[in-house]
């Protein structure tokens, strides 16, 4: 069994709770969650944090298979 890094685990899953905020902004139903996100730019905003977090999530993942790939 693989085991990810924390680091990993923990910005996906942050990226993955800017993407729900991101998704009802933009589909124009900011507003509901609260009244700075009826703009749709900051569902934007939110899409791109998320974006920002898959990649920074990224890099302990391919650290972490380099260094597996290393001692092989």
Do not use: Q, W
Not at 30 to 46: K, S
Not at 59 to 69: A, C, D, G, Q, T
């Amino acid at each position: 069994m693989r085991r990810y890094p924390r680091s990993f685990i923990i910005l996906t899953a942050l990226g993955a709770l800017c993407t729900l905020p991101g998704a009802i902004g933009l589909a124009g139903f900011g507003g509901l969650l609260h009244p700075v996100l009826d703009d749709p730019m900051a569902g934007l905003a939110f899409i791109i944090s998320a974006v920002a977090l898959f990649g920074s999530g990224a890099f302990p993942l391919v650290i972490e298979k380099l260094k597996e790939n290393e001692g092989a």
